[in-house]
Protein backbone atom coordinates (compact mmCIF):
# COMPACT_ATOMS: atom_id res chain seq x y z
CA UNK A 1 0.00 0.00 0.00
CA UNK A 2 1.37 3.45 -0.83
CA UNK A 3 0.05 6.69 1.04
CA UNK A 4 0.10 8.65 -2.10
CA UNK A 5 -2.78 6.66 -3.24
CA UNK A 6 -4.90 8.42 -0.93
CA UNK A 7 -3.69 12.15 -2.21
CA UNK A 8 -6.66 14.29 -0.91
CA UNK A 9 -8.30 12.73 1.61
CA UNK A 10 -6.66 15.29 4.05
CA UNK A 11 -6.60 18.49 1.95
CA UNK A 12 -9.40 20.27 4.34
CA UNK A 13 -8.46 23.68 6.46
CA UNK A 14 -8.08 23.68 10.12
CA UNK A 15 -11.23 25.59 11.28
CA UNK A 16 -9.44 28.95 12.59
CA UNK A 17 -10.88 28.24 15.97
CA UNK A 18 -9.07 24.88 16.40
CA UNK A 19 -5.67 27.14 15.70
CA UNK A 20 -6.65 29.23 18.78
CA UNK A 21 -6.95 25.65 21.05
CA UNK A 22 -4.14 24.01 19.80
CA UNK A 23 -1.66 22.47 22.27
CA UNK A 24 0.82 20.54 21.41
CA UNK A 25 0.76 16.67 20.60
CA UNK A 26 1.17 14.26 23.94
CA UNK A 27 2.27 10.45 22.62
CA UNK A 28 3.34 7.67 24.62
CA UNK A 29 4.71 4.50 23.77
CA UNK A 30 5.14 1.45 25.90
CA UNK A 31 4.88 -2.26 26.30
CA UNK A 32 1.83 -4.10 27.75
CA UNK A 33 3.01 -5.89 30.83
CA UNK A 34 0.12 -8.38 30.23
CA UNK A 35 0.00 -9.13 26.47
CA UNK A 36 3.16 -9.13 23.65
CA UNK A 37 1.90 -6.22 22.21
CA UNK A 38 3.06 -2.38 22.48
CA UNK A 39 0.48 0.39 23.05
CA UNK A 40 0.62 3.87 21.65
CA UNK A 41 -1.29 6.81 23.46
CA UNK A 42 -2.55 9.56 21.69
CA UNK A 43 -3.31 12.93 23.04
CA UNK A 44 -3.90 15.87 20.34
CA UNK A 45 -6.37 18.69 18.94
CA UNK A 46 -9.19 17.29 17.16
CA UNK A 47 -8.62 18.65 13.45
CA UNK A 48 -10.16 17.42 10.51
CA UNK A 49 -8.18 14.32 8.69
CA UNK A 50 -6.24 13.45 12.01
CA UNK A 51 -7.17 9.94 12.30
CA UNK A 52 -6.76 9.54 8.33
CA UNK A 53 -2.89 10.98 9.10
CA UNK A 54 -2.55 8.65 11.56
CA UNK A 55 -4.01 5.66 9.53
CA UNK A 56 -1.58 6.72 6.82
CA UNK A 57 1.69 6.67 9.17
CA UNK A 58 0.59 3.29 10.11
CA UNK A 59 0.46 2.27 6.40
CA UNK A 60 3.76 3.92 5.81
CA UNK A 61 5.62 1.59 8.28
CA UNK A 62 4.02 -1.33 7.97
CA UNK A 63 2.27 -1.21 11.47
CA UNK A 64 -0.33 -3.71 12.47
CA UNK A 65 -3.49 -2.12 14.75
CA UNK A 66 -5.02 -4.71 16.85
CA UNK A 67 -7.60 -2.54 18.55
CA UNK A 68 -8.40 1.03 18.99
CA UNK A 69 -10.12 3.59 21.54
CA UNK A 70 -10.43 6.78 20.35
CA UNK A 71 -12.35 9.79 22.08
CA UNK A 72 -13.12 13.15 21.58
CA UNK A 73 -13.61 15.41 24.25
CA UNK A 74 -14.39 18.69 23.30
CA UNK A 75 -11.45 20.09 20.74
CA UNK A 76 -8.91 17.00 22.01
CA UNK A 77 -8.47 13.55 20.90
CA UNK A 78 -7.43 10.73 22.38
Known amino acids: RNPDDYPNIIQRRVPRQLKHFAFPPQVT ?18 RPGLLARIGMIFLE ?17 E
Open 29 to 46: IHNDAQRPVTVLELSAPD
Open 61 to 77: FDLSLQNAKIATLGERV
